[in-house]
């Protein structure tokens, strides 16, 4: 059964970046990572998880949430079968726990509905501090 696997999380000051990769791994046979559109979510303490950003199954669709918008670009390498969330001009309101997710492409685009992730990470966290 396939899995997704977060890292680069970490702590870094207000104002730093980090890079957040995302490795599909295990995927079902006869299945491949450019099969499935990808997104990013996160949830804040005490905060329901939102999602952040989205791609389409080749690269060329990207989707952001106004709350990210312009600090963080998302990015996949299907080669390599990983998705990156670049995040830049960190703020401490962006402390979550961070998870990526697949949902089966429709050849259309993305999507940020929860209700359509077919896999998801197990999440990694990430704090700045002020």
């Known amino acids: 059964q396939g899995r997704l696997v977060e890292s680069g999380g970490g702590s870094v000051q207000a104002g730093g970046s980090l890079r957040l990769t995302c490795d599909a791994v295990?995927?079902?046979?006869?299945?491949?990572?450019?099969?499935?559109?990808m997104a990013w979510f996160r949830q804040a303490p005490g905060k329901e998880r939102e999602g952040i950003s989205c791609?389409?199954?080749?690269?060329?669709?990207?989707s952001y949430a106004d709350s990210v918008k312009g600090r963080f670009t998302i990015s996949r390498d299907n080669a390599q079968n990983t998705l990156y969330l670049q995040m830049e001009s960190l703020n401490p309101e962006d402390t979550a726990m961070y998870y990526c997710?697949?949902?089966?492409?429709?050849?259309?685009?993305?999507?940020?509905?929860?209700?359509?992730?077919?896999?998801w990470g197990k999440g990694i966290l990430v704090t700045i501090s002020s």
């Open positions: 791609i389409n199954w080749s690269g060329t669709v990207q």
């Open positions: 295990g995927l079902p046979a006869g299945l491949a990572f450019d099969d499935y559109a």
């Open positions: 997710a697949a949902a089966a492409s429709n050849g259309l685009g993305c999507d940020l509905d929860e209700s359509r992730m077919d896999y």
